[in-house]
């Protein structure tokens, strides 16, 4: 069945640029759109944005203006880029798959990552 | 569109009737789905669509709602459902959760 595997470091100084990658097995990258979701310690779920194969993207308004989100089909993996963080980004980030803007009635993020933790400090 | 889930904690036994609510600031239609999570683990989608089971759940987990009001139920508590439940939107972008329902041992 299909895993997805968050890989990244986890420290990340303030003002730099956070970046994570995701690695679908077990299944393909096409035809589906992915997203980035977080979790800071001991809060709710925050959807990032997420990528269709082709490229497509769509953000949280809420964090858009430093937000990138990519995707390489060759690689089987999409990534998450994260700029000028600060304390406020320490998080769990997930990678998941998204049910995309089309889905009708049967929509839903079925398949996650298992997570990794990113701390931003000095 | 802002989840308000109640209550944000609850302490229950097994054995017990436990139900969550999520109250959504405008209409979404059906688009709601419940994740259940462990500590230390990903959400697990337990309910879609408000009322759907996701295969391999157990039927002991029910959701029921439609428009603004959903309840997420759990028929009768089990040692293993002890967790955190989350409620997401899935009616418009960005997609939202609800703050998070954490389940106790009472």
């Known amino acids: 069945q299909v895993q997805l595997q968050e890989s990244g470091p986890g420290l990340v100084k303030p003002s730099e640029t956070l970046s994570l990658s995701c690695t679908v097995s077990?299944?393909?990258?096409?035809?589906?759109?992915w997203s980035w979701i977080r979790q800071p310690p001991g809060k709710g779920l925050e959807w990032i944005g997420y990528?269709?194969?082709?490229?497509?993207?769509n953000f949280n308004p809420s964090l858009k203006s430093r937000v990138t989100i990519s995707v390489d089909t060759s690689k089987n993996q999409f990534s998450l880029r994260l700029s000028s963080v600060t304390a406020a980004d320490t998080a769990v980030y997930y990678c998941a798959r998204d049910p995309g803007p089309y889905c009708s009635g049967d929509c839903y993020s079925d398949i996650w990552g298992q997570g990794t933790g990113v701390t931003v400090s000095s | 569109i802002q989840l308000t889930q109640s209550p944000s904690s609850l302490s229950a036994s097994v054995g017990d009737r436990v139900t969550i609510t999520c109250r959504a600031s405008q209409g979404i239609s059906s688009y709601l789905a419940w994740y259940q999570q462990k500590p230390g683990k990903a959400p697990k989608l337990l309910i879609y669509?408000?009322?759907t089971l996701q295969s391999g759940v157990p039927s002991r987990f029910s959701g029921s709602g439609s428009g603004t009001d959903f309840t997420l139920t759990i028929s009768s508590l089990q040692p293993e459902d002890f967790a955190t439940y989350h409620c997401q939107q899935l009616n418009s972008y960005p997609l939202t959760f609800g703050g998070g329902t954490k389940v106790e041992i009472k």
């Open positions: 077990g299944g393909s990258v096409s035809n589906y759109y």
């Open positions: 669509a408000a009322s």
């Open positions: 990528i269709y194969y082709s490229g497509s993207t």
